[in-house]
């Protein structure tokens, strides 16, 4: 099993950047891909961004792309987005997932998920 626990969230101001961090549990975590996705309320579960098992292959989605930044730690088990907002819509719940394909866009492509952290960018 892979546990996964996303940190970092808050409110922040438009222009401001906020960095995400995904803590996961044990070494087979690096056998990994991973990707982040978020999910405003009553909107469906978005794909933003995702790294490969040695963090050299980077995928993002349109939204963000030029703005966010992904990035994995594997000697700290852990990936990392920073976010440089500008959107309001980036105010979501931002989740990082584990699965076995990489670059995959699908919610339904990842086997673990963290727990969720709250992103709010203010005007």
Not at 8 to 18: D, I, M
Not at 63 to 69: C, D, E, L
Not at 85 to 101: F, H, I, L, Q, S
């Amino acid at each position: 099993q892979v546990q996964l626990v996303e940190s970092g969230g808050g409110l922040v101001q438009a222009g401001g950047s906020l960095g995400l961090s995904c803590a996961a549990s044990g070494r087979a975590f690096r056998s990994y891909v991973v990707g982040w996705f978020r999910q405003a309320p009553g909107k469906e579960r978005e794909f933003v961004a995702g790294v490969s098992q040695i963090g050299s292959r980077l995928y993002y989605a349109d939204s963000v792309k030029g703005r966010f930044t992904v990035a994995r730690e594997n000697a700290k088990n852990t990936v990392y987005l920073q976010m440089n907002t500008r959107k309001p819509e980036d105010t979501a719940v931002y989740y990082c997932a584990a699965g076995r394909t990489e670059g995959a866009r699908g919610r339904y492509e990842y086997d673990y998920w963290g727990q969720g952290a709250q992103v709010t960018v203010s005007s």
